[in-house]
């Protein structure tokens, strides 16, 4: 018996699986669903479309302004660290020159940076860069998944009530609204209170938000 050695398609590794067929739709799936607006009750933060320029971003973390209620994100990157109010996109505080110990989170087992502004005296952690994560799910249903069906350039969906890709149509149970196409991709999550997304590339910052009284479009 004569044996023949069969040649892989160009990049593919001998122990590499091929793709099912539903892996083949799936990824099909999510590359053809354009970037859609996030649905209600979610708003954009910020007047562009990909949110507001921070140069050199390494990570986000959330904290609550003890005076209004509302979400603060806060940005580490090599400029600096800075406070958002996340439902009106105001940068509330800013500190130009952290001291060194304390300008990234991997200094730390926590991943946290020292808070300003409001948050002083606090610590808050950081995703992104060094590891650490945000929420990815809310109490009412509401989901963020990244996704890369594409490599390197992460996708990311927001889905109600487990409607994630695997089911239901695009722009009814999940939406993909945003894509790092541009930039490198940080970190995505919920705010521990549900009420805002954030999205964090090496440039730049977007932000979502809900009333605190506005559930999920289903309820």
Known sequence: MKWTKKTLPV?????EPELSAYQRAMRNRLLAAPVVPAPEPWRPVFEYDYGVPVGGLLGIGFATDPDTGHDLVM???????????????EKIARDRDPDPED???DAVADLSC???????????RIAGLFGGGLHTTTEDGWSLEVVTPAWPNERILLSIDGGLPHEGPHREK????????????????FSPTGRTI???TSSDLSLWTRS????????
């Not at 940005?75 to 439902?87: E, I, K, M, P, Q």
């Not at 605190?212 to 309820?219: L, N, Q, W, Y």
């Open 114 to 124: 020292p808070g300003l502004g409001p948050v002083t005296g606090s610590r808050v």
């Open 103 to 105: 300008s990234t989170p």
């Open 212 to 219: 605190t009284d506005d559930r999920h479009a289903d309820g």
């Open 174 to 189: 999940w939406w993909h609204i945003f894509h790092s196409n541009y930039s490198t991709f940080r970190a995505a999550g």
């Open 198 to 200: 954030a999205i964090a």
């Open 75 to 89: 940005v580490v990157s090599h400029d600096g660290h800075g406070l958002f109010d996340a439902v009106t996109g």
């Open 11 to 15: 990049g593919q590794s001998a122990h």
